[in-house]
């Protein structure tokens, strides 16, 4: 199954974090994340799943290509790259 391509499911998450207003700009949370990849396999647009989350529909469109696998969006590997693209040398 990993040779094809496949990439399982995020699974949902049992702690939902609520930290308040987050400040202007702010980076997606995993959380935001998987609620993305869930309104995504309902078959929802991108511009809804942006005003689901509050958020603007370039940030959303952004993490969808960032996120993109051959199974579709999914929350762990746009995490992993976010995680990654963090810890650049600058």
């Known amino acids: 199954v990993k040779q094809a391509g496949y990439v399982p499911r995020t699974p949902a998450l049992a702690v939902v974090e609520v930290n308040g207003p987050r400040p202007p700009r ?19 647009t991108p511009a ?20 993109a696998t051959s199974s579709g969006y999914r929350a762990g590997v746009g995490q992993d790259v976010a995680d990654a693209n963090r810890k650049r040398p600058k």
């Open 48 to 67: 809804y799943a942006a005003d689901r989350l509050d958020r603007h529909l370039d940030t959303v469109n952004r993490e969808i290509v960032r996120g």
């Open 26 to 44: 702010a980076p997606l949370s995993f959380t935001e994340r998987c609620r993305l990849e869930e309104l995504l396999e309902a078959g929802h």
